[in-house]
Nanobody
Framework: QVQLVESGGGLVQAGGSLRLSCAASGDTFTNYNMGWFRQAPGTERDFVGIINQSGEYTYYADSAKGRFTISRDNAKNTVSLQMNSLKPEDTAVYYC?????????????WGQGTQVTVSS
């Protein structure tokens, strides 16, 4: 099992930037691909992006491409989401999640989420 704790959320004006972090503990961090998701009030949780276990590959939702960057530091067991050019529609609770490489690839572990609010 792995435990995940997000941090770095807050209030930012449109056009600004935020960097979210997710600290992992428990199981070996490199056993997991790491994803970021977000959920706005009254909506379903949406995929933002994913980084593979080595950090070599990333993939983003269209809404995140060109503005968001996911990175990971396997020595520190952390994954980050750098968000630039933020828009009010990026307002949501952001979650990191871990997908075990040795299972079916589903996201079995989730953090508690961190609130991001973008004002216009």
């Amino acid at each position: 099992q792995v435990q995940l704790v997000e941090s770095g959320g807050g209030l930012v004006q449109a056009g600004g930037s935020l960097r979210l972090s997710c600290a992992a503990s428990g199981d070996t961090f490199t056993n997991y691909n790491m994803g970021w998701f977000r959920q706005a009030p009254g909506t379903e949780r949406d995929f933002v992006g994913i980084i593979n276990q080595s950090g070599e590959y990333t993939y983003y939702a269209d809404s995140a491409k060109g503005r968001f960057t996911i990175s990971r530091d396997n020595a520190k067991n952390t994954v980050s989401l750098q968000m630039n050019s933020l828009k009010p529609e990026d307002t949501a609770v952001y979650y990191c999640a871990a997908a075990d490489l040795h299972s079916d690839g589903s996201y079995d572990y989730w953090g508690q989420g961190t609130q991001v609010t973008v004002s216009s």
